[in-house]
């Protein structure tokens, strides 16, 4: 809980998550919050860092006027749904060529971001499926929100938690089964990286 995210607000959390017990992070997909990505890569440099690409190509969407969307769209498809970083590279060099007059905003966070938006081509499609998007914690997030809107108030950070803590505990009893494809995933994972999953 914090007024505002930060640099130093996200270190907070990562050494208390470190503190806690966590010895490594393998990959993190996160939005892309001010200061996260390095504060992850300082606590645990080992960390595969990878940007949100729906939450890319919503930013994206925003900079574009309605009459241009559909096109502007076509055109990421063919970096993000690349079969591999070079085929990405090329589609976002096409990109660049076809959008970066009109939308040079648009263009740029690509460019700017793209080191941490294109980690997922280096796995098979399984990990990918699971690393290139944040809307799995977005959905939690959004039933997290759906009781704390209807509070205003709450008399201390602590009776916000507490209720935090029982809306996770309640939604949690819906989480039973394993991810779909998870084995699969998980083998592909062991043969990746066998000397960090050997050691959880």
């Known amino acids: 809980i914090s007024e505002n995210e930060g640099a130093r607000f996200w270190l907070n959390v990562l050494s208390d998550i470190q503190n806690r017990g966590v010895k490594d992070i393998i990959i993190a997909c996160i939005d892309n919050l001010t200061g996260f990505a390095d504060a992850i890569e300082s606590i645990f440099p ?13 930013n994206s969407t925003r900079y574009v006027p309605s009459k241009h969307v559909k096109a502007v769209i076509k055109d990421l498809k063919e970096v993000y749904q690349a079969p591999s970083k070079e085929q990405a590279e090329k589609g976002l060099a096409l990109l660049q060529e076809q959008w970066s007059e009109k939308y040079p905003s648009m263009v740029r966070s690509w460019l700017n971001n793209w080191e941490r938006l294109s980690n997922y081509f280096k796995y098979p499609k ?25 509070k205003r108030v709450f008399s201390s950070d602590i009776s916000l938690l507490k209720l935090l803590y029982l809306i996770q505990l309640n939604l949690s009893k819906q989480w039973i089964g394993p991810m779909t494809g998870w084995k699969l995933t998980y083998a ?8 960090r999953m050997k050691q959880h």
């Open 46 to 58: 080992k960390t595969e860092v990878q940007l949100c690409v729906v939450h890319q190509i919503r």
């Open 126 to 150: 399984e990990i990918r499926r699971i690393i290139y998007t944040t809307n799995i914690i977005e959905s939690f997030h959004s039933q997290l929100r759906k009781i704390t809107k209807s």
């Open 188 to 195: 592909q994972m062991m043969i990746l990286y066998e000397d």
